[in-house]
Structure formats: C-alpha cells, structure tokens
C-alpha cells in the first residue's frame, strides 16, 4: 500500500480513536470497517486515487454513518495536547490581531504625530533650551568633521 494511503487511512482511524471513549461495541465496528478501509486502500494505486474512489464508495458513507453514530453515543475525549494546541493558536491569533491593531492605529496616527514633532520642534528652537540644543548639534557636527 502506498505510504500516503496509509497515513490517510491512520489519519481516519485515529479520529475515532484519539478523539472517543469507544465501547467494546464500538471497537468492534471501527476495527471491522477499517479492515474493509484497509483492503479498499491496497487496490489503490496512489493516494489521489484513493481519495477519490474513497469519496464515492460506500466505505465512505459507513465511515460517516459510523462516525456519527459514535459521536452521538460515545464520550468525546480531547487529548490535552490538543487541548493546548487550541488555547496556544488561540493565543497566538489573540497576539497577531493585537499586533495588527497597534500598526493601524501607529500607520493611522502618524500625520498626526509628524505633525505635533514639527509644531514642538519649531517652538522648541524658539526658546533658550532649543538654542543650546542647536549649539550642541552644531558642535557635535563639527566634532565629528575635525576629527577625521
């Protein structure tokens, strides 16, 4: 059996294993149906192919029959792993939207801002302590010029 197939194949099986308190019942019909699933998956040449005579068969309408049956009857168990997947992207969305927010309000703020920094920096040179500054930077200019 393809590589691929098999995974897809793990993949089903362990949404019902992984994710259900399954009864021996139960255990009973996944194991039955992923046998079925199992030699349908070695006539496939690919997992494409697989896929996509999955999709029409039969198999596939007793996979979804079964998984709703389970889902209904059966204690949904949520691995904590998964479980701090959830709340780690839930963090992480939390984080980008926040970060998403600060640069449009930064982005739509800053004509504003430009603005109040020229309007300070005028009234600014305008007083004594604005003098000493431009003296200072004058000075600093010609300090790093005449040590060269």
Do not use: H, W
């Not at 197939?5 to 259900?20: H, L, T």
């Not at 168990?77 to 992480?92: A, C, F, G, L, R």
């Not at 982005?107 to 000493?132: N, Q």
Request: proline residues 2%; charged residues 35%.
């Amino acid at each position: 059996m393809d590589s691929i197939v098999k995974q897809s194949i793990e993949g089903r099986y362990m949404a019902f294993s992984n994710s259900y308190e399954l009864t021996d019942i139960y255990k009973k019909k996944v194991d039955e149906l992923f046998k079925k699933i199992n030699e349908f998956g070695e006539t496939c040449t690919d997992a494409m192919d697989f896929e996509n005579k999955f999709q029409s068969s039969s198999l596939n309408k007793e996979y979804i029959n079964l998984f709703t049956e389970i889902s209904t009857n059966c204690k949904c168990i949520i691995p904590k792993q998964v479980e701090n997947d959830v709340k780690s992207n839930k963090e992480q969305i939390a984080d980008e939207v926040v970060s998403d927010v600060k640069y449009v309000v930064k982005d739509l703020t800053l004509p504003a801002r430009r603005k109040a920094r020229e309007e300070f920096d005028s009234k600014m040179r305008d007083t004594p302590l604005g003098k000493i500054e431009q003296a200072s930077n004058t000075f600093n200019v010609f300090k790093r010029i005449f040590k060269k």
